[in-house]
């Protein structure tokens, strides 16, 4: 879906003087209302033709908003820190909170810049680029993100016109307008690949809007018209979910329930055993991290896992093999306010990991399709969809070289009940027993199907589950170690 704002027209400038007044006043009445509802937000991308008046535009808009509430973010090249994370990791991280707007210039179309100047804008590597575009933005606009996209387009004569200014600049100033420069010829060279672009990545939930730039006044009235329409719509409406068309998920498989029911809870291992592998295990895993191929590698360990199944004593014995420096414990509880202001994904983006770093997550983003879903904290269609969204998460970390490692720690409801009322024996670990977990111990049944969803799922060929059978403490520390190795050997091998 491609909407095209009228071209060819001129505003004048007594015209403009008329309406801008007008305009601004509305335009901060609507920016007041939404931070007040705490909607949105509103996520504007702002891309297209070099000299077409991208950066004149949001320079514009922030002089007629509140400064507090709206924040502009050019992406130019990627700085050290980015460069050692995931693609989308700066995109991410710099989302505005709800009742706020952002400003991207290109944001990830940023990166199909980048790939056409490197020469990788085959067919094959301008699909893949559009699958991951619109999967995002799809993501971000059911989180109830408004998302509006402008393309500032200048006709071939005005196109040229700006070419032949930016060459006169480029020789008298030598080097400062060369990447202005470079960007005008991609364009020209490229116009069926750009029309390919701005076909494939307008959808119904974040269509283009093409506005001619050759006059300042008319482009920015029209941005800022559109604009104030969208305020209105997000501050005065229940936000809009798009249907996904197509038959809803089946329920997990008889196979799968019985993977989570059958597994052997009685393994164990001898305390001479265990005495002598868990070192050995430990010092395996800090020579790998310490390798220099886990320079350009992270890791990231993702531990979930039925109430007092042990989580806590495995995260001690695999940090007790690392350099405190070279990883960080996220303990994951209910979001807090900053959290639930953006989009369910964006407080774990935050902590991924640098090249080198490791990321222990105790409790994850698993838990909309666990606990969300059972306690019914979100609603169907949204943890339906969790999963998919998940999937996406992982295939995109370890896209930027992650290797990730999940674990699922499972004991008896019978050896729950035991460690549940020793726990409340044992002054040092009352805290560790809440009226929560026996509310959750209610739901064993209910728990039991969401994991055995979330195991046939989510368990894909680049980041499967590992199931620890945690009846023996000891047996499913030896067994997560030894998995991280195995899992690390590999990634660094290959």
């Not at 999967?135 to 040229?160: C, N, Q, T, Y």
């Not at 020209?188 to 390919?196: G, L, N, V, Y």
């Not at 008889?254 to 393994?267: A, F, G, N, T, Y």
């Amino acid at each position: 879906m491609l909407e095209t704002a009228e071209v060819g027209h001129a505003i004048s400038k007594a015209s403009y003087a008329r309406q801008v007044p007008r305009l601004r006043q509305a335009l901060l009445n609507a920016q007041f209302d939404l931070s007040e509802a705490k909607r949105g937000p509103v996520l504007i991308l702002v891309s297209g033709v070099e000299g077409g008046g991208r950066s004149e535009t949001a320079n514009r808009l922030t002089e007629w908003m509140d400064p507090r509430h709206i924040r502009v973010i050019a992406f130019g090249p990627r700085t050290a820190e980015e460069s050692a994370r995931p693609p989308q990791w700066r995109y991410w991280r710099a989302l505005p909170p709800r009742g706020k707007i952002g400003i991207f210039m290109n944001a990830w179309y940023n990166d199909v810049v980048e790939a056409l100047a490197g020469g990788n804008a085959d067919a094959r590597r301008a699909e893949f680029y559009f699958h991951k575009i619109r999967s995002v933005e799809r993501m971000l606009s059911d989180e109830g993100v408004r998302i509006l996209k402008f393309w500032m387009h200048l006709p071939d004569a005005a196109l040229r016109r700006r070419m032949k200014e930016v060459t006169r600049r480029e020789r008298k100033l030598k080097t400062l307008f060369h990447h202005d420069l470079r960007r005008a010829q991609l364009y020209m060279r490229h116009r069926d690949w750009w029309e390919a672009l701005l076909r494939e990545t307008s959808t119904s939930e974040a269509p283009w809007v093409v506005v001619e730039g050759t006059d300042a006044r008319y482009r920015e009235l029209t941005v800022g018209k559109i604009l104030l329409d969208t305020l209105h719509d997000v501050s005065q409406r229940v936000p809009v979910r798009h249907e996904r068309h197509g038959a809803p998920p089946a329920p997990p498989s008889v196979d799968s329930v019985k993977l989570v029911r059958d597994l052997d809870l009685k393994q164990r291992v001898p305390d001479d055993q265990y005495d002598k592998r868990l070192p050995k295990l430990q010092l395996k895993i800090a020579n790998l991290t310490l390798r220099k191929r886990f320079r350009a590698r992270s890791l990231i360990l993702a531990f979930e896992g039925v109430d007092a199944a042990g989580k806590g004593g495995a995260i001690r014995r695999v940090t007790q093999a690392l350099d405190a420096r070279q990883y960080a414990i996220v303990p994951i509880a209910a979001p807090n306010e900053e959290e639930r202001l953006h989009p369910y994904l964006w407080r774990f983006w935050r902590h991924v990991p640098a090249h080198g770093g490791i990321t222990i997550f105790d409790r994850t983003w698993y838990g909309r399709v666990l606990v969300e879903r059972v306690e019914k904290l979100a609603n169907e269609q949204d943890w339906n969809r969790a999963y998919g969204e998940i999937n996406q998460f992982e295939e995109d970390l370890i896209d930027g070289g992650a290797v990730i490692v999940k674990f699922w720690l499972q004991i008896s409801k019978a050896e729950q009940y035991r460690r549940f009322k020793a726990r409340e024996k044992t002054s040092f670990k009352r805290f560790k027993i809440t009226p929560d977990d026996w509310r959750n111990r209610k739901q064993w049944d209910a728990y039991e199907h969401a994991v055995a969803d979330m195991v046939e799922r989510t368990s894909t060929e680049i980041a499967p589950w590992t199931l620890v059978e945690a009846e023996d403490k000891r047996y499913a520390r030896i067994k997560i170690l030894r998995t991280i190795c195995d899992r690390l050997e590999e990634a660094l091998d290959r």
